[in-house]
Nanobody, 127 residues
Framework: QVQLVESGGGSVQAGGSLRLSCEAS?????????MGWFRQAPGKKREAIAS???????TYADSVKGRFTISKDNAKDILYLQMNSLKPEDTAMYYC????????????????????WGRGTQVTVSS
């Protein structure tokens, strides 16, 4: 069974930074698929915000472009999301995803590519 575990969430003031991490465990997941981050704020739909393909190509939603950076450590098989200049509207539950297939053209999503979801880590940004 595959498990994705996020960490690094917390509470921060506007303008601050956080770094999220996501580690996978188990067997059967593809190491050649894309990986990414989604978030869901209360009362809103879950949205994809950043993804990275197997060759390291990063893609961002407009809402986080220029402020968030996605990266991965291939040796440790850990996915990161560096979040800078945080705003109150960034408050949400953040989920990492690992897809079964790769994608460079669009944000990585298990909904279209198959794969797995983490359980989420809460990020709260106060004004």
């Amino acid at each position: 069974q595959v498990q994705l575990v996020e960490s690094g969430g917390g509470s921060v003031q506007a303008g601050g930074s956080l770094r999220l991490s996501c580690e996978a465990s188990g067997y059967g997941y593809s190491r050649n698929g894309c990986m990414g981050w989604f978030r869901q704020a209360p009362g809103k739909k879950r949205e994809a915000i950043a993804s990275i393909s197997s060759d390291g190509t990063a893609t961002y939603a407009d809402s986080v472009k220029g402020r968030f950076t996605i990266s991965k450590d291939n040796a440790k098989d850990i996915l990161y999301l560096q979040m800078n200049s945080l705003k109150p509207e960034d408050t949400a539950m953040y989920y990492c995803v690992r897809a079964s297939l790769d994608s460079r053209a669009a944000l990585c999503s298990p909904l279209t590519l198959g794969g797995y979801w983490g359980r989420g880590t809460q990020v709260t940004v106060s004004s």
